[in-house]
Each structure stands twice: as C-alpha cells, then as structure tokens.
C-alpha cells in the first residue's frame, strides 16, 4: 500500500508559478509515479510522469513550462509549473505505479492515487 498526499495548490494570476508537492509513505520503493489533471467535465489527463529509472514524460501543452522531480530521500514527488494558462485549471493528482512503467500516462496504470489539489489560473 502506498498513501498519497498532494499540496501546493492555489490561485495565480496567469503567467505565475506553483510547485505542487506529492508525499508518499507506505511502501515508498521508487515506483513509476505522474501528475494528472481533471478539469470539470473533462477527463482526468496525464500531464508528467517520471519512471523509476528517472525518464520523464510531458504533455504538449505543459512542454517547456512544467518539471516533474523526485527526491526519494524524502519520499516526495514534485511538479513545478512556471507561465500558467488560464487552461492550466484543473484538480491535480499525483498517482504512483506499483512497479515499472513508462510513459505510464493512462490514468488505468495506476494503482494509488492522493486526494488531489486545486489549481486555478485566472486571466
């Protein structure tokens, strides 16, 4: 079992930045792990990922402005968004693999899940 638990979120103006925060504890071995994003009405979408090996994965639209990090000292994966868009709005999730998986971007791959952290982008 692996509990997660996302914070970081908030309003900014748009071209602002956040950095999300995902803390995992349970069974924290260095499993595949993603940000995904589920606006209202829409589906839940892949925005980063990372492997287990460190290989990381962008949607297009988060290209050039988004990072996705881990630091397994500290069980904590992160997502640092820079030049936000009003389209950036969305709850947030961070979700973990329980083994390899890359890209691993369907939301079907992932076997844990955090509670999630709103992002709002306002024009």
């Known amino acids: ?7 970081g979120g908030g309003s900014v103006q748009a071209g602002g930045s956040l950095r999300l925060s995902c803390a ?3 069974n924290t071995y260095p499993h595949s792990m993603g940000w995904f994003r589920q606006a209202p009405g829409k589906e ?4 980063a990922t ?3 090996h460190g290989t990381t994965s962008f949607a ?3 290209k050039g402005r988004f990072t996705i990090s ?3 000292a500290k069980n ?3 997502l640092q968004m820079n030049s936000l868009k009003p389209e950036d709005t969305a709850m947030y999730y961070c979700g973990s693999v329980g083994g390899y998986c890359y890209p691993c971007l369907f939301p079907g791959q992932y076997d844990y899940w955090g509670q999630g952290t709103q992002v709002t982008v306002s024009s």
């Open 44 to 47: 839940r979408e892949a925005v």
């Open 60 to 62: 297009d639209s988060v």
């Open 70 to 72: 881990k630091d397994n």
């Open 76 to 78: 904590t994966l992160y």
């Open 50 to 52: 990372i492997s287990s």
């Open 1 to 7: 079992q692996v509990q997660l638990v996302e914070s």
């Open 24 to 26: 995992a504890s349970g």
